[in-house]
Structure formats: C-alpha cells, structure tokens
C-alpha cells in the first residue's frame, strides 16, 4: 500500500493510548447505527507501481493532438508551453498552499497574484483585476450578475451566435424571475452581428450588453469601437482572448465596463478541457461590484511592501448571502501559469506568436478556398487564428468524420447537440491554426479535404 | 524549532527591467482594419529564463506550502498531494488531448471519469455523479439550480427559501442567494443543529436545508436522520456540503445519512493539490429525485465504448466549458485507486484519530466548546487570552514563527475567538507533537512577542486596513501613485492594534 499514511500501525495505538481509547472504531461511536456504511464496494489497495501500470493502461486509450493535425479550438488552443513555466508550477509552495489568508506566510503566491491582475489590466487596457474565476464561460455569467448590479433593467444582450456551452452557461447564471437574456441577431449571410440592434435596444430596460472580440465565428468586428457612443450608460461587456489583445485595440481603450475571457491558451495545457482560468476586469468605480479574491499592495509595520487579499467584505466569508458572489476557490495555480507564460515569452514573444498563428490561419484558408466545394473563410471578415470554414453541400459532421479518418482533426462543429434546439446559421466547422500548423499541415489538410469533397469518380462498371 | 524563512526583496516583473511596449508584427496587423489595430503596446518586460525562473523561485521561498509546513487550516483538509499524481497528470494521453476531439479518440480519459463517478457514487451513497463542477461553491450554486427546477417540476414553484444552520460555510447562502432563494439560519444549540427550531422553521416555502456533517464545529450531527426525516416530511431537498467528507469514508455516507444530493471537494478529501487558491475541484453526486437535473453531457457506458450523452430532457444544460477539471480529476482518481475500499477507510480513520488526540492534549490549555468527541477537526476558544491583551490573530501569527501554518480563525463565528484546527491524516503522530510543542510556546510568550509576530518571515505583520483605503491594486496603480520599487512608504499605519477581520474556513 502507498505510505500516504505515516507509521505502521503502531503510532495509531500511541495516539490511541494518550485518549485511554482501545480502538479506533470508537471514535465514530456518535454516527448512528443506521446510517453505518458496511462496505463502499471498491477494489483493494494499488502500489505505486501498480498504480502508475494501470493509469498508464487506461491513459493509453487516448489519442493525443500530436498524433494528428489538429485544428480545434472554439476557445481552447493546442499551444506549447516553455518548460521553465511547468518548472515554476512544481514548486510545491506554489501547487499545494492555500488560499493566501495569512498574507505573512504567503507573500509568494500573493505577489504572483498581483502581477497576474496587473498584466491582465495591461493587456485589456481595464483598470482593475481579480485573482481569477473558474473559466471564460463562468467569467461570462459573473460578469453579467455584475453588470446587473451596476445597472437597472431586466434585459441582458447576447449575441445569437454565442457558442451554445457558453449560451448554456449564461443561462445556467441568470437569476430565475426578472431577468432575461436577449439575442442581437447576426445575419446569416455575413456573419455579421446586427449593431444597430444593439443601439436600439441597448437603453431599453437593459442592464448590459455583451459582445465577443473575437466573436464565436473568429470574426473581429470593427464596428464595437463605436458602441460604446451607441449605448450610452449601459453596461458594456467584452469576451475577448488574451493573445488578440497582443493585436487588437483593447477594450479598455473603447469603453467597456467588465472584460472577461478564457485564459486557458496562455501556459495551460488542454487536459481534456480543464483546468482553465476565467478572466475579468473592470473598472475602478465598480470595483466594490467585483466577485472574487482580490490581492492589493500595502506594507508591513515596518514600512515594507507586502501583498494582501483585500476588499474580503464584498465576499461569501464576510457578508454571505449578499456577497457579490459565491466563489471561494478559485483557479490561482493557473493565474500562475498564465503569468509565467507571458513572462517567459515576453512581449515580443506574445506579439510574434500571435502574429504568426494569424499567418498560418490566413495560409490556410487560402489553401482550402481552393478546394471547390468549400467556403474558406465562409465570411468576409477580419479573423485572427480562427475561422469559419464553410462546407457546402456536405453535413459537417460527416466532413469532420472523413477527415478525422484521413489523420486530419479539421475543427469542431459548435452545434448544441441537445435535441430541439436552434440551430446554426451556417452549414460548417469552425477551424483553429495552432503553432503546428505549418504549410506542411496546411497541405495535408487540403489534400485531404479535396480527398473528401470532391472524390474521384468510381470507376466505371465494365 | 527555530526557523527563518527568506526574505527576499524581490521586485515585481516590471521593475526587474524597465518594461517594453509588446509591438504586433506588420503582416499579422495588415490583415485587421485599421480601427482595431491596438495602438499602444501593452508594457511588459523582456525577461531571460533565468530571470523568470530565479524571480518565481524567490518568490515561492517566500510562501508556506504541505511539503514545508504543517497546515492545520480547518475545513481545508490540508493533505499530502501525492507526487505521483503531478507525474500522470502531466502525461500527454491527458495534457494533449482536447476536449472537443472525437469521442472515440478520447477513451481512455471517458473510462477514468465514469469510474471515477462511479467509485465517488459508491463513497457517496448517491450514484448519479457530474463531474462538471470547478470547486465547492460551484457545485452548491449548480444543486440549487436543480433543486429550483426539481420543485418546480413537482409543483414546487413557490419554495422560495433555503435554510442552514448558523454554522454554515459562507458560500452555502452566498450560493443560494445566487441561486434566486432567501436564506434563514437555523441557531445551533450545543453546536449542532436545534432540531426544533428546524422543525419550526420548515414549511411548504422551503427548497433546502443545506447541511455539513460532520459540521464546522467538528462535530458529527447526531440527529441527522432526524433531520433527513423533518426535511422529507417538509418536501424540501436536503443538501450535503462535503467540505468534511474527510472524516467518514468508508463510515457512513451523505446518501446513508439521507441527503438528497452532496458535492464533494476533490481538492480537499481526494487529495488534489489546492494551488494556491485554487483549482478546485469538484463532483456532485445524487441520488433519485435530483438525477435527471444533473448537467449535461453526462459519460454513458455502451459496452465496452464511452460516450458522452446530451440525451437528458430535464438537465439543466452545461454550468462550464467542457466536462470539469479533468487534469485534477486524474490526481482524484489515483487518490481513490492507490487507497482503495480499506485504505480509504483508514484515511478517515487516521483524520479523525489526529484530531481527537491533539483536541486532548490542547484542551488542556485553551477552552473547548461543546461536545468533547470530535471528528476530523476541532475548535479551541482564543478568549481566556483576552485578559492578556492577547488576540487569537497574535497566536496565529505567532505560530507561523514556528514555522506551522495558523489554523482557520474566528470562524464558525458561534465561539467567541474561535481557532478551527484540522489535522488530517498523512501527519505523523511527531508532527502533531511538534505542533504541540510550537502551540505551548506560542501560549506562553508575552504579550509583546505575540503582538509583535510574526518576526521570521518575508515580511512582518501585514497592513490589511491600509490595504482596503489606499486600494492599490495592480502595477500600474502603484506607478500613479510613485510607489515603485525605492520608493518605501515613509508612513505605515500599525495594524498591530487593528481590529482582526475573520479569516474563513474553505
């Protein structure tokens, strides 16, 4: 058995003896015997060799991206992490402390913490940052239970073609009663998300209005530096990415109140979809509306800088039910990560990774706008590293079926697979270039697409 | 024991080297409209990997973690995370697999969470499990939902109110606030839950009762089929906090004890490491009346194929991106595969035997309330050091002279200068008589040396009021205001003297 347990046996019966107790089943004599558990019905006990054997065996049922060319994201990126940051996250001070409530005995992950809030207030160009929530789609649906409480209304914008988990998500956080998600259109022909809808609606009976950056289609709409004008005090939310940000004029810098994003493609792995690291900042003045730990710099007695959780009365250990939010644990270790990452690449890293993930994906929707029969992008818009790849006469999931049998996973089919609801404007897969989308991938994926789409004729019946 | 920990005057990343503007590459921004080119690069330092390694490394140093200090923080559950577990973690047959890659490529990852849901089933009592919840608190708002949609499915729609007891965790009524319902506490008598004031308070508005047994106080509540009874009779769901879970496996269960639905902290009882703050990690088991609210998808078994099934009418949809932490789901998995059905037991046994011996051998030198058989922590009373002039904050802090981490303080709020102490059970019977030890010299000091602590550490007694006014909240805050790096504040506010705010269990 693994020695997770200390002693043999024999320090139980000292540590018994000092209570005058004979056995330690007479510790649990106040559970009643009708709520005894018999067995539990597991197996026995593993060695570590044992053990590794059999996670290994099951482990190696799995296919990992390497094994492939992989183009999936819809928010979630295959990207390589320098070794130095997986180095930082195995100091066990980091993985295995606690949430840091004595700021003396944990000046370490306090620090790291405020330098993560400050790079996510630099990138987003926002004011104020927290500690972390639990991941984009989460951040989605704290952000609009603050928008809610910076603004009257009963109505939330959202755009229609919102990814169907985070949808999903949105409205697993919509308070039940007053409060109703409403959805901008986008028109199917353009892909383009209806602004003026937003206008309109924007200052009738809303609390927020939230819009992506890029969009769930990879668009980047240029039109959302203007609305800010359009929408006057309502409350302005923006999903982003954190490497677009490298690119794009931040949404600080046109007016949004909360920017919230997924902070998965810096440093953490895609693990199957989790952990990830839920991003959001705001603004100064509705700082005190902020959910989540939040670590500001202060001094010790004797006038040295030190961090500290701070603000803790908007949180559910202080003022319980009316705390901004529930959320105690939060995803620290992956704040780490992403900040070890942005640190280890620096800021010309960060600019070259983006600018080149933007390259493939253009290189690559070049190459397949050759394949006929396939619309690469679908729309005429402005992407970064993700776009809509649209596949004509063919069910998209019988594409992504074929090409997963050529050694090509050629993107993800963002569809809600729950029966009855709405469907996508488009008939198409969405398709993310990574690091390893070189012109040689890019080859492989068009040679097989052709393969797929336009196959060669049978031949024909003597 | 005599420790020093370092004290590094490490600067933050901007100051290490005056930061430069990250500039986009000229192709990649010819592509985007001009309008949404950022303007100004966003500032940030060019570090070599040494200066990053060496920056993060000092300031680890300068952090308690399990494999440096005991860590008897209550309700935290403050185990050894096996180190096996960070190996298979980081395999790529997990690390490199994206959760929106073809079922059938992904098998393997299927196979660990459905017997992981299964074994947590057994543990549980309740066998229906999600694995799509993030942490603790999650899984509280996530059950709510369901309970919202379960009673108004069940002509139900107008219990509006959740009740707990008045030790509960924060977040069960921040998540039931949240969840749309009021709250009322319900007065613990001895330091458990009044049946009768229960009883009086049930009735046709209630949704819940959310519970934790054993509860804050350490206690096991007694009378919890009583309460399972009371609840039922009301219509109401009972909901199991297991935050504590760590004091009874293999002993009883929440589906034994006649909860509805649990949610469990994998990161607390299944030994996956706390990271600082987090990532948690979190499942939520049910049983009958809640099954068919879980979230989508849920893993189905096919033969010997796994599948993940969105077929579920009543499901409350998804409550986070793809299927939960995966990655710690792993460590939970070995945790329970390397202990298996006795080694587990013996992890609850060994919890609570750790923390009935050092409750004895420190009830002898500070008050303890209620009952004196407890489960896996226990609470001591700081008050009789009032009339010293001494605080349980100064005690706490002068522990971490000693190199231990402080225990939970002021919380549950029901004992005056409360100090909740969780040993749990990879200590060895040395480390708790070291504990001990520290504990007795702690007591013993003069006022003065409690006041002045902690001496030993990175930094002396933190500023926390001077904190919450001046609001100093990222790099560039502190830059406003010239607080850089050279410049240190000539006027400290003593918070010495300031009163203590209650630092939380969980």
């Known amino acids: 058995m693994v020695r997770w347990i200390p002693g043999d046996g024999e320090e139980e019966k000292a540590l018994l003896a000092e209570l005058g107790l004979s056995s330690i089943e007479e510790l649990f004599r106040d559970v009643p015997a009708a709520a005894r558990m018999s067995r539990m019905g597991l197996g026995a006990p593993l060695e570590e060799p044992a053990?590794?054997?059999?996670?290994?065996?099951?482990?190696?049922?799995?296919?990992?991206?390497?094994?492939?060319?992989?183009?999936?994201?819809?928010?979630?990126?295959?990207?390589?992490?320098?070794?130095?940051?997986?180095?930082?996250?195995?100091?066990?001070?980091?993985?295995?402390?606690?949430?840091?409530?004595?700021?003396?005995?944990?000046?370490?992950?306090?620090?790291?913490?405020?330098?993560?809030?400050?790079?996510?207030?630099?990138?987003?160009?926002?004011?104020?940052?927290?500690a972390s929530l639990y991941d984009g789609a989460t951040a989605l649906g704290?952000?609009?239970?603050?928008?809610?409480?910076?603004?009257?209304?009963?109505?939330?914008?959202?755009?229609?073609?919102?990814?169907?988990?985070?949808?999903?998500?949105?409205?697993?956080?919509?308070?039940?009663?007053?409060?109703?998600?409403?959805?901008?259109?986008?028109?199917?022909?353009?892909?383009?998300?209806?602004?003026?809808?937003?206008?309109?609606?924007?200052?009738?009976?809303?609390?927020?209005?939230?819009?992506?950056?890029?969009?769930?289609?990879?668009?980047?709409?240029?039109g959302l530096l203007d609305l800010r004008r359009a929408i006057g005090d309502t409350p302005l939310v923006v999903s982003t990415d954190p490497l677009a940000l490298t690119l794009l004029e931040p949404p600080g810098a046109w007016g949004a109140d909360i920017v919230v994003g997924e902070g998965q493609g810096f440093g953490i792995s895609p693990s199957f979809g989790g952990p990830l690291l839920g991003l959001i900042a705001s603004r100064h003045r509705s700082l005190r509306m902020l959910p989540g730990r939040i670590v500001g710099a202060t001094t010790d007695v004797e006038g040295r800088r030190a961090f500290t959780l701070t603000l803790q009365a908007r949180e559910q250990h202080i003022r319980r039910s009316r705390a901004t939010s529930n959320i105690c644990t939060n995803q620290t270790l992956m704040s780490l990560a992403f900040l070890a990452y942005a640190t280890a690449l620096g800021p010309k890293g960060l600019a070259r990774l983006a600018g080149d993930l933007t390259e493939k994906a253009h290189r690559l929707a070049s190459a397949l706008a050759r394949v006929p029969g396939l619309a690469a992008p679908l729309y005429d818009a402005p992407f970064l590293w993700e776009f809509v790849l649209g596949t004509g006469r063919w069910d998209p999931r019988e594409f992504l079926e074929a090409m997963e049998r050529r050694g090509v996973l050629a993107g993800v089919w963002p569809e809600d697979p729950r029966a009855g609801r709405p469907s996508l404007a488009y008939n198409g897969v969405l398709v993310a270039a990574g690091e390893r989308t070189d012109d040689e991938a890019i080859e492989r994926y068009r040679k097989a697409a052709e393969a797929v789409v336009n196959p060669a004729p049978p031949p024909e019946e003597p | 024991m005599s420790f020093r920990q370092a004290r590094w005057e490490e600067p933050l990343l901007w100051e290490v080297r005056e930061p430069k503007a990250g500039t986009p590459s000229s192709e990649a921004t010819a592509r985007l409209p001009e309008a949404v080119r950022r303007r100004k690069g966003f500032r940030w330092p060019e570090l070599s990997e040494l200066e990053v390694a060496r920056h993060f490394t000092r300031l680890s140093q300068m952090?308690?973690?399990?494999?440096?200090?005991?860590?008897?923080?209550?309700?935290?559950?403050?185990?050894?995370?096996?180190?096996?577990?960070?190996?298979?973690?980081?395999?790529?047959?997990?690390?490199?697999?994206?959760?929106y890659q073809p079922e059938g490529t992904a098998q393997g990852l299927l196979a660990m969470l459905w017997e992981l849901e299964q074994g947590l089933g057994r543990i549980t009592g309740l066998p229906n499990v999600s694995l799509q919840i993030a942490a603790g608190a999650h899984g509280e708002y996530v059950a709510l939902r369901m309970t919202a949609a379960y009673h108004r499915d069940h002509g139900g729609g107008a219990r509006d109110q959740v009740l707990l007891p008045d030790t509960a965790h924060g977040t069960n009524p921040a998540s039931a606030a949240m969840a749309g319902f009021t709250t009322r506490e319900i007065p613990s008598k001895n330091?458990?839950?009044?049946?009768?004031?229960?009883?009086?308070?049930?009735?046709?508005?209630?949704?819940?009762?959310?519970?934790?047994?054993?509860?804050?106080?350490?206690?096991?509540?007694?009378?919890?089929?009583?309460?399972?009874?009371?609840?039922?009779?009301?219509?109401?769901?009972?909901?199991?906090?297991g935050a504590n879970l760590n004091a009874v496996l293999g002993k009883t269960g929440p589906?034994?004890?006649?909860?509805?639905?649990?949610?469990?902290?994998?990161?607390?009882?299944?030994?996956?490491?706390?990271?600082?703050?987090?990532?948690?990690?979190?499942?939520?088991?049910?049983?009958?009346?809640?099954?068919?609210?879980?979230?989508?998808?849920?893993?189905?078994?096919?033969?010997?194929?796994?599948?993940?099934?969105?077929?579920?009418?009543?499901?409350?949809?998804?409550?986070?991106?793809?299927?939960?932490?995966?990655?710690?789901?792993?460590?939970?998995?070995?945790?329970?595969?390397?202990?298996?059905?006795?080694?587990?037991?013996?992890?609850?046994?060994?919890?609570?035997?750790?923390?009935n011996y050092l409750a004895h051998r420190l009830g002898k030198h500070l008050p303890r309330p209620f009952k004196p058989l407890v489960k896996h922590e226990f609470l001591l009373s700081g008050a009789p050091l009032r009339e010293r002039g001494v605080r349980t904050l100064d005690l706490a802090k002068r522990l971490l002279d000693e190199g231990v981490h402080a225990p939970t303080i002021y919380f549950p709020s029901l004992v005056e200068e409360s100090l909740m102490i969780e040993p749990p059970e990879t200590e060895s019977k040395r480390d708790l008589d070291q504990f001990f030890e520290a504990f007795l010299r702690a007591l013993q000091d003069s006022p003065e040396r409690l006041h002045a602590a902690p001496m030993n550490l990175a930094v002396r007694r933190v500023d926390e009021v001077k904190a919450a006014r001046d609001l100093l909240l990222s790099w560039r805050d502190l830059e406003r205001v010239g607080k850089l790096a050279g410049s240190p504040d000539p006027s400290p506010s003593v918070s010495g003297t300031a009163k203590p705010s209650p630092l939380p269990a969980k």
Not at chain 2, 67 to 88: A, D, Q
Not at chain 2, 319 to 336: Q, S
Request: proline share 5%; aromatic share 10%.
């Open chain 2, 63 to 99: 952090n308690f973690g399990i494999e440096t200090s005991f860590y008897p923080l209550g309700s935290c559950t403050m185990k050894y995370n096996p180190r096996v577990s960070e190996v298979l973690a980081r395999r790529p047959e997990i690390a490199d697999v994206h959760p």
């Open chain 1, 142 to 222: 704290e952000a609009m239970l603050m928008a809610r409480r910076l603004a009257p209304g009963h109505r939330f914008l959202v755009p229609s073609n919102l990814f169907w988990e985070r949808r999903s998500v949105l409205e697993n956080y919509t308070p039940p009663g007053d409060c109703q998600l409403v959805e901008v259109p986008v028109d199917s022909g353009t892909g383009r998300l209806d602004l003026e809808f937003i206008a309109r609606e924007a200052r009738n009976d809303c609390f927020g209005v939230l819009v992506e950056y890029p969009d769930s289609y990879g668009i980047v709409e240029e």
């Open chain 2, 191 to 241: 330091g458990c839950v009044d049946l009768a004031a229960l009883e009086a308070a049930l009735s046709e508005r209630t949704a819940a009762f959310m519970l934790t047994n054993p509860n804050t106080a350490g206690l096991f509540e007694e009378q919890i089929l009583e309460i399972a009874d009371r609840v039922h009779k009301a219509g109401a769901i009972l909901y199991y906090d």
């Open chain 2, 255 to 355: 589906g034994k004890m006649g909860f509805d639905v649990a949610h469990l902290n994998l990161h607390k009882t299944f030994a996956t490491p706390h990271g600082g703050g987090g990532p948690g990690d979190g499942a939520l088991c049910v049983g009958e009346r809640l099954k068919d609210y879980l979230p989508v998808p849920r893993i189905v078994k096919n033969g010997r194929k796994f599948h993940l099934s969105y077929d579920f009418p009543r499901s409350i949809g998804k409550v986070k991106t793809a299927y939960g932490n995966v990655g710690l789901d792993l460590r939970a998995f070995v945790f329970m595969k390397a202990h298996g059905e006795e080694g587990l037991r013996r992890v609850s046994e060994r919890a609570v035997l750790n923390s």
């Open chain 1, 51 to 130: 053990l590794v054997a059999a996670v290994d065996r099951i482990l190696s049922k799995n296919q990992t991206l390497g094994s492939f060319d992989a183009f999936l994201g819809c928010g979630l990126y295959d990207r390589y992490v320098p070794a130095v940051v997986d180095g930082i996250l195995q100091r066990s001070e980091f993985y295995t402390a606690y949430t840091p409530y004595q700021p003396e005995a944990s000046q370490g992950v306090l620090q790291t913490l405020f330098e993560f809030q400050s790079l996510w207030v630099e990138l987003t160009d926002m004011e104020v940052a927290n």
